[in-house]
């Protein structure tokens, strides 16, 4: 009789243990309700959607910016390789959104299809280039090049923008509509030498938290 237990305990065993193993190794993570997660693209409108600023809303706008950039005359025609700085982005929106994240978006776009044809300075890192250059000119470390020179490149242009947004809200839902504006500025002369934009209207029967 104990024979026979043993035999029909270890085929349990086997598939409780290869049960909690795929459940392990299974793709797709699963919330506490059972509902498994859907993995979508950027430029995709989910299921789980609102009125407001939204991943698809930011590939299509950084998209455009990018391919309207290359293509004013200042950046095409430049003899040598623009060097353009990243401003803040203002926000005028009702919600409370990572603005940055557009000029982020807009310079990866350039700096991995534009082949070189501008340069971004990496001003957000300015206290760690002082202290590498101090070191550097304190002979504290080496350098493979004259310690003595060391230069932190100036802006050609200033790349910017600012989001502007109206919203409506009655018992029949809520619509917001969202303007897109970025800008490159000279940085000697101050004159606005590109400007573009994007406008996105939505329509909803409920609202949605942004974060």
């Known amino acids: 009789m104990k024979l026979e237990l043993l035999k029909l305990t270890v085929p349990v065993s086997a598939l409780a243990l290869a049960a909690l193993f795929s459940g392990c190794a299974s793709s797709g993570v699963k919330n506490p309700s059972g509902i498994a997660v859907t993995e979508m693209r950027a430029d995709e ?13 930011l590939v299509a706008v950084t998209d455009k910016m990018a391919r309207s950039i290359l293509s004013t005359p200042e950046i095409a025609n430049a003899t040598g ?16 959104v990572n603005k940055d994240i557009f000029l982020t978006r807009i310079r990866t776009e350039l700096n991995s299809k534009a082949r070189g ?7 957000n890192r300015m206290p760690a280039l002082e202290r590498e250059r101090d070191l550097k000119q304190s002979g504290a470390v080496t350098s493979s090049s004259d310690a003595r020179v060391v230069e932190f490149k100036g802006a050609d242009f200033f790349l910017t923008g600012k989001l502007q947004g109206l919203s409506t809200r009655s018992a029949k839902g809520t619509s917001d509509y969202i303007l897109y504006s970025f800008q490159l500025i000279d940085a000697r002369t101050s004159v606005i030498v590109w400007e573009d934009a994007s406008e996105i209207k939505k329509q909803g029967l409920e609202d949605a938290a942004y974060r």
Not at 45 to 57: L, N
Not at 81 to 96: C, S
């Open 45 to 57: 409108r989910g299921f789980v959607a609102g009125t407001g600023i939204e991943s698809q809303d």
């Open 81 to 96: 390789r623009p060097v353009i700085v990243l401003d803040p982005v203002i926000n005028e929106t009702r919600f409370a």
């Open 117 to 123: 044809r501008v340069v971004f300075l990496a001003r």
